[in-house]
């Protein structure tokens, strides 16, 4: 089913972190139609922020109708939303894009920063050994949220939670190994990532960040370069928020 637009009731909302908020929405439809990977759209109440805001689902509750989203901060836009409370609404549209194409082998599930998010609603949905590691800057989200849905491992850049460095050194400092790779944050870790899938013979499948426009497709505001043409641009490129934000490593150039 496509994407709805619908106002959403907020439930709930809290500071988790340094400029990261974690929001539950009454989303009906959105929710019920929702996976792991996908994200929905933000539409702000000032006339001067004309183009909505992307955000990745966290976790999805299709019983109740809900949707749990994590964001930072990071302009006018998720400043506003920052500020909603309980009891408050806002109008979204979802769910857009693809998700990530769950397979029933021993994965590694892999986030960066605010790339973290996505990867706990995949945790829940994926049925097969899980592997999890989580790469911060300093401080810490979400962990509790992670416990008992598969191995987790840490890094972080001060080294004061887990491994110091990146995810990579994880990878390597733990030994971690599995058949497939899902992954989502910053471009250099996913070029790494990638890097390193293909290093071990693993499939990966990468959730990009990317600034997005429309959202859905249309204004190729939001394109990335691909391996193969694409046949709605013609070159080689992909639309973030329509063929993706989770592509197969193998399809795109990072």
Do not use: W
């Amino acid at each position: 089913m496509g994407a709805t637009k619908v106002t959403a009731k907020i439930v709930s909302q809290e500071r988790i972190a340094t400029g990261i908020y974690d929001m539950v929405l009454e989303a009906g439809a959105v929710a019920v139609n929702a996976q792991a990977g996908q994200f929905v759209s933000l539409y702000s109440k000032d006339g001067s922020n004309l183009l909505p805001r992307p955000i990745s689902i966290c976790e999805i509750d299709k019983d109740k109708g809900t949707i749990r989203l994590v964001y930072r901060v990071v302009g006018k836009g998720t400043k506003e939303f920052s500020h909603l409370e309980s009891g408050d609404y806002v109008d979204i549209m979802g769910p857009l894009g693809n998700g990530f194409s769950k397979k029933d082998k021993v994965a590694i599930l892999i986030g960066g920063g605010i790339g973290i998010p996505p990867m706990l609603e995949l945790a829940k949905e994926l049925n097969c050994e899980k592997n999890i590691v989580l790469g911060y800057r300093d401080e810490t989200f979400l962990l509790d949220d992670f416990d008992g849905l598969g191995e987790i491992y840490m890094a972080s850049e001060d080294g004061k939670t887990g491994v110091k460095g990146t995810v990579i050194d994880a990878l390597e400092g733990y030994g971690i190994r599995g058949d497939i790779i899902y992954a989502c944050g910053p471009t250099p870790m996913l070029k790494a990532v990638k890097e390193f899938a293909f290093a071990h013979h693993m499939e990966a499948q990468l959730s990009l960040e990317e600034k997005m426009a429309c959202g859905i497709g249309a204004c190729l505001a939001c394109v990335c370069n691909s391996t193969e043409v694409d046949d709605h641009s013609h070159v080689k490129n992909k639309r973030i928020c329509k063929d993706g934000p989770v592509f197969d490593a193998g399809e795109v150039e990072l």
